[in-house]
T-cell receptor, first 116, second 117 residues
Framework: NAGVTQTPKFQVLKTGQSMTLQCAQD?????MSWYRQDPGMGLRLIHY???????DQGEVPNGYNVSRSTTEDFPLRLLSAAPSQTSVYFC???????????????FGPGTRLTVT | AQTVTQSQPEMSVQEAETVTLSCTYD???????LFWYKQPPSRQMILVIR??????QNATENRFSVNFQKAAKSFSLKISDSQLGDTAMYFC??????????????FGTGTRLQVTL
């Protein structure tokens, strides 16, 4: 049981480049989320999903796209990277009750992204 | 919208002593959960303790306990017998307690705790 995995761990992009941050979980969790962590600002919700095929925007969605074609995977796409997207990105998953403590969020190890 | 405020950016405590981290929140909801997460230098987010708003009894987990004051919208974390391994950033977080909101946490800005010898 690997929990929540994220790839890559580190990435450097040039302004305007695109990339996808990968997130996968093997706990059969319905809920998955993406957060970004910036110094002095805590974690902020980018996008979230309540199940395969269902996604919605969080607090800071601009510049990011998501899709959820399977229960396991929830990739985050940056279409045209900007320096303001330099941050640490965390993926998280949780269950409505089956398989673990009710509503506990399990976090991946994070991806540090630098946009130059 | 919910807000979570942690007014102590940094704190320091000596080993074996007790320290309390403060958190206040603002919400119009009546059904919600509150959490404390620990983030050590490894960057991993670790759940420390959870409190359901409908429960009057304060949650405890070994050396960690909370003081949950619902009317005052206050949720402080007490760490007893502090250990060097408690050195980390601590985040307070809020979540509505309804189906479909389990993936939406609102975090405070964090308190950096340093445990010294």
């Amino acid at each position: 049981n690997a929990g929540v995995t994220q790839t890559p761990k580190f990435q450097v992009l040039k302004t305007g480049q695109s990339m996808t941050l990968q997130c996968a979980q093997d706990m059969n969790h319905e809920y998955m989320s993406w957060y970004r962590q910036d110094p002095g600002m805590g974690l902020r919700l980018i996008h979230y999903s309540v199940g395969a095929g269902i996604t919605d925007q969080g607090e800071v969605p601009n510049g990011y796209n998501v899709s959820r074609s399977t229960t396991e995977d929830f990739p985050l796409r940056l279409l045209s990277a900007a320096p303001s997207q330099t941050s640490v990105y965390f993926c998280a998953s949780s269950s409505s009750g089956a398989g673990g403590p009710f509503y506990e969020q399990y976090f991946g190890p994070g991806t540090r992204l630098t946009v130059t | 919208a919910q807000t979570v405020t942690q007014s102590q950016p940094e704190m320091s405590v000596q080993e074996a002593e007790t320290v309390t981290l403060s958190c206040t929140y603002d919400t119009s909801e009546n059904n919600y959960y509150l959490f404390w997460y620990k983030q050590p230098p490894s960057r991993q987010m670790i759940l420390v303790i959870r409190q359901e708003a409908y429960k009057q009894q304060n949650a405890t987990e070994n050396r960690f306990s909370v003081n949950f004051q619902k009317a005052a919208k206050s949720f402080s974390l007490k760490i007893s017998d502090s250990q060097l391994g408690d050195t980390a950033m601590y985040f307070c977080a809020f979540m509505k307690g309804y189906t479909g909101t389990a993936s939406k946490l609102t975090f405070g800005t964090g308190t950096r705790l340093q445990v010294t010898l």
